[in-house]
């Protein structure tokens, strides 16, 4: 849609995981659209199509959240690269973030014409031309910036209620994963993981690590607990990790969070 409005020469590949793969070697392109597995697949499995990635003018990714591991990558990056913030409500995105280059940005800054507040729910609220004037009440929960940015922090229905404290579960992720990559030289960040709630007889529910793969060592899982107590609050910090050999994922790839609970409660007990 961007293409055809600002009248680009467009290239159409099939959707994949690595969608310069089938290009020539002396393809050139001023822009593209990668969601954040996309992209860490290009950087990790094909390094030699960096210089093609360096050549635009700009590179947006959304459609997810990006990984710190991912953000880190990004660096390696001379083209600009925004995070894009958006949904199908508005059809496209209405505010960026800088993710690579010396100052890279933590809050998404709306676009010109788009204004941003927040509901009684903490819940963000946009009202531009792409909403028709009207104000439309979103379930992202958002730490608003005097500025008018705003940094994302999770989804409404991602939250935990773990003997009466709401838990967001995003934030607990971010820690964790910050553990990961700092421990042991990062050897256990390749992980697939997601946090959830899980049955609990005195709590409801429980903060709940569920990870790709076998068991962590204990004196592994013992490290990156105290971590995360480091980093998160006392109801934060997950009271249990869980281990499936595979997390199911959803057409477009990503973890099916509400299918890996089911399974993972049909084998274990409440607790």
């Known amino acids: ?47 030699d199509r960096l210089p093609l990635l360096d050549g635009m003018k700009a590179i947006l990714v959304g459609g997810a959240p990006v990984s710190m591991a991912l953000q880190r990558a990004l660096q390696r990056i001379a083209a600009p690269v925004y995070h894009t913030y958006g949904m199908t409500e508005t059809v496209t995105h209405i505010a960026l973030r800088r993710l690579n280059g010396p100052h890279p940005e933590a809050a998404f800054k709306p676009l010109p014409g788009v204004q941003v507040g927040q509901d009684e729910r903490g819940c963000l609220t946009v009202t531009a031309p792409v909403t028709g004037g009207q104000t439309l009440h979103t379930n992202d929960r958002v730490d608003l910036q005097p500025d008018g940015s705003f940094v994302w922090l999770g989804r409404l229905d991602n939250v935990i209620n773990s003997g009466g404290v709401k838990v967001q579960v995003e934030r607990v992720e971010r820690a964790l994963e910050r553990a990961l990559l700092d421990y042991r030289g990062g050897v256990f960040s390749g992980r697939r993981f997601f946090v959830g709630g899980t049955p609990d007889e005195r709590l409801g529910e429980t903060v709940t690590v569920v990870m790709e793969g076998s068991p962590l060592p204990v004196q592994d899982e013992a490290a990156l607990r105290a971590a995360l107590q480091a980093a998160l609050s006392r109801y934060e910090v997950p009271r249990r990790f869980a281990f499936l050999p595979r997390l199911p994922q959803t057409p477009t790839g990503k973890i099916d969070r509400r299918a890996a609970l089911r399974r993972l409660s049909a084998t274990t007990p409440p607790r």
């Open 1 to 47: 849609m961007r293409g055809f409005v600002l009248g680009l020469r467009l290239t159409v590949v099939t959707p994949s995981a690595n969608p310069l793969a089938s290009l020539p070697p002396d393809a050139r392109f001023d822009f593209t659209a990668l969601v954040p597995l996309q992209l860490q697949t290009i950087l990790a499995r094909t390094p």
